[in-house]
Nanobody, 117 residues
Framework: QVQLVESGGGSVQAGGSLRLSCAAS????????MGWYRQAPGKQRELVAT???????NYADSVNGRFTISRDNAKNTVPLQMNSLKPEDTAVYYC???????????WGQGTQVTVSS
């Protein structure tokens, strides 16, 4: 099993910045992809950004150029730096991990990000 714990959510005005972090623990040695998804009220959960163990990244068009995902494989952490935040970025942000063998997926409990105009 893998446990994911998010931190760093909060409230900020439009144009501001926040930094989220996710720490993975447990059987993490076969985890390849880690990343972040978000879910706004009344909407489906959507991809924000992912990163592989090798450092390849993938961003949603809506955040590309404003958000930066990184990864520390030694510490099993995945920070997400969010700049130039917009009200439409308001959502619960979930940390995500997927094994390279078997494809098992894991989710954190979520952290609220609120951007006011």
């Amino acid at each position: 099993q893998v446990q994911l714990v998010e931190s760093g959510g909060g409230s900020v005005q439009a144009g501001g910045s926040l930094r989220l972090s996710c720490a993975a623990s447990g059987s993490t040695f076969t985890i390849n992809v880690m990343g972040w998804y978000r879910q706004a009220p009344g909407k489906q959960r959507e991809l924000v950004a992912t990163i592989t163990r090798g450092g390849s990244t993938n961003y949603a068009d809506s955040v590309n150029g404003r958000f930066t995902i990184s990864r520390d494989n030694a510490k099993n952490t995945v920070p997400l730096q969010m700049n130039s935040l917009k009200p439409e970025d308001t959502a619960v942000y979930y940390c995500y991990a997927r094994r390279s063998i078997g494809g098992s997926e894991y989710w954190g409990q979520g952290t609220q990000v609120t951007v006011s105009s």
